[in-house]
């Protein structure tokens, strides 16, 4: 699905025989095998592994992931995202452009912002409150100081209080909200079982609570990011670089495909699968039985 050449825009080049020969000698030979057979074979368990973690994800959450859409990004992402969804039964993907630097562009994105932390473990009913209100207030002081040099003005500045809490013999705990002051043990405790009754179906209202570590969060105000709207619809032609073989195992082997150049793409452009998009940090991989387009954000939806 990668072309050798154009990994990184074509700042790095990869090694496609040597490759080749690693997965014939490491997996295919000692499975007896041919080559694509086991990188295909390959390709199916990360497939699945992703898939695993997802379903794992969704119904921890209590969350039918089938009617959500699938939102591909990292630099592999995108190449797994439409097995990954088959899989699911999710019945679409949206593919950002730039997905394979969204971290960073999130990382841009987001507020100026400081995590402190301070552990005193103890029994709720047991609480030292004037202990832990100073904990707090010394936190709270030493992110406003830090912020404060950042250029954050005071006005912007937006405090989060939080604890980590836990049923008393449990191996881990759970981040709760703190109420407004005075801290009192009756409002910690409803706070714990509704984010605990949410995270895991059900309470212990018998069994001793926990408190571990006292969080604060410091945060400047939201960057103002607007998306650039993509340009004009062009010709879909003047996007298409050319075709290459690419292995669909709905054709039971190799299949001319379209490659295109994400960055053409326009708003209003669709097609059928197979294809290939291409960009600098990822490759999108459209299957057969796929349709594409293309929104005004450049985020290309693809339908299962």
């Known amino acids: 699905y990668l072309d050798p050449a154009f990994f990184l825009g074509g700042?790095?080049?990869?090694?496609?025989?040597?490759?080749?020969?690693?997965?014939?000698?490491?997996?295919?030979?000692?499975l007896a095998m041919d080559v694509v057979q086991a990188a295909w074979g390959i390709h199916e368990i990360v497939n699945e592994n992703m898939a695993n973690a997802a379903r794992v994800h969704c119904v921890e959450r209590g969350k039918d992931p089938r009617v959500y859409p699938l939102f591909a990004f990292g630099g592999a992402g995108p190449v797994h995202?439409?097995?990954?969804?088959?899989?699911?039964?999710?019945?679409?993907?949206?593919?950002?452009?730039g997905a394979g630097v969204?971290?960073?562009?999130?990382?841009?994105?987001?507020?100026?912002?400081?995590?402190?932390?301070?552990?005193?473990?103890?029994?709720?009913?047991?609480?030292?409150?004037?202990?832990?209100?100073?904990?707090?207030?010394?936190?709270a002081e030493e992110g406003e100081r830090m912020l404060l040099a950042a250029g954050v003005a005071r006005k912007d500045i937006h405090r989060e209080r939080s604890c980590e809490m836990r049923y008393a013999g449990q191996g881990h705990e759970v981040r709760v909200p703190l109420p407004e002051e005075p801290l009192k043990a009756e409002d910690l405790l409803a706070n714990f079982e509704a984010v605990y009754q949410q995270l895991y179906g059900r309470i212990s209202p018998d069994v001793p609570v926990e408190t571990l570590n006292w969080r604060m969060t410091v945060r400047g105000p939201r960057p103002n990011v607007r998306m650039k709207p993509v340009g004009e619809l062009q010709p879909l032609g003047a996007a298409l670089?050319?075709?290459?073989?690419?292995?669909?195992?709905?054709a039971k082997g190799y299949v001319s495909?379209?490659?295109?150049?994400?960055?053409?793409?326009?708003?209003?452009?669709?097609?059928?699968?197979?294809?290939?998009?291409e960009e600098r940090e990822c490759t999108v991989v459209v299957g057969p039985r796929a349709t594409v387009s293309v929104d005004g954000y450049a985020n290309v939806v693809i339908e299962l």
């Open 11 to 30: 700042r790095m080049r990869l090694d496609k025989e040597s490759a080749a020969r690693a997965i014939e000698e490491k997996v295919a030979k000692p």
């Open 81 to 97: 995202a439409v097995r990954v969804a088959e899989i699911l039964r999710v019945p679409s993907v949206i593919c950002p452009l």
């Open 102 to 139: 969204q971290s960073a562009l999130g990382l841009l994105c987001a507020p100026l912002a400081f995590d402190l932390v301070r552990s005193h473990f103890g029994s709720l009913d047991e609480a030292d409150w004037d202990a832990v209100n100073a904990l707090l207030r010394e936190m």
């Open 241 to 250: 670089k050319g075709h290459r073989p690419a292995y669909f195992p709905e």
């Open 257 to 277: 495909t379209p490659v295109y150049d994400r960055y053409e793409l326009c708003a209003g452009h669709s097609f059928v699968g197979p294809a290939i998009l």
